[in-house]
């Protein structure tokens, strides 16, 4: 009896393809890029990480098929964190504000920065709602330390944001490893 020859038992389903496997390793390889590429996004305002990290799990899924990827119900469950980490954004710095007895005109005043600084770099995320809010106090006719108070409320309100979004998206790859069949 001869041995079967590399194209029977590929036939056969006892040999994967060697270029199949490399496809198959450039997709996860792309795949835990944009994860990495996510991470330094929710810390980095300019990118959205938690869309990308997304995106990755969803190009993998199309990519690789259902048998080797994440089923819709994970996909599902990414996209309600994905929701919800931008409601975590701009609900932070709402509360922020808030919390440091912010008027409306200081809120206003601190979204409005906000919008400004999204045109002003990295610097400008944080100081622009910051000098937005303070603006809106003094507006609003408020001593200059309360107008004070209303920016720092405003600056870490971000900052809770920023770490609130870096454990949804931890928590969007871990689901993602959890769920997803082992490539090898």
């Not at 507006?139 to 949804?168: E, V």
Request: with cysteine; glycine share 14%; net charge positive.
């Amino acid at each position: 009896m001869s041995p079967l020859s590399n194209r029977q038992l590929e036939i056969l389903g006892c040999v994967q393809n060697d270029n199949q496997l490399n496809m198959e390793l450039f997709w996860w390889f792309l795949t835990i890029v944009l994860f990495a590429i996510g991470l330094i996004g929710t810390v980095v305002p300019v990118l959205p990480g938690t869309t990308i990290i997304l995106a990755a799990a969803i190009i993998h899924r199309v990519m690789l098929g259902p048998n080797k990827s994440i089923g819709w119900y994970t996909i599902i469950v990414l996209v309600v964190l994905t929701l919800a980490s931008y409601a975590l954004d701009v609900l932070a710095g709402y509360f922020g504000v808030k919390y440091f007895g912010a008027t409306k005109w200081g809120t206003f005043g601190a979204i409005l920065g906000a919008l400004v600084g999204l045109f002003l770099g990295l610097i400008g995320l944080f100081v622009g709602p910051v000098i937005g809010a303070v603006v809106g106090e003094v507006i609003a006719g408020k001593r200059m330390i309360d107008a004070g108070r209303a920016g720092w409320g405003s600056l870490l309100g971000n900052i809770g944001a920023m770490l609130a979004k870096l454990i949804i998206a931890l928590a969007m790859i871990t689901i993602f490893l959890i769920n997803v069949p082992p490539p090898f």
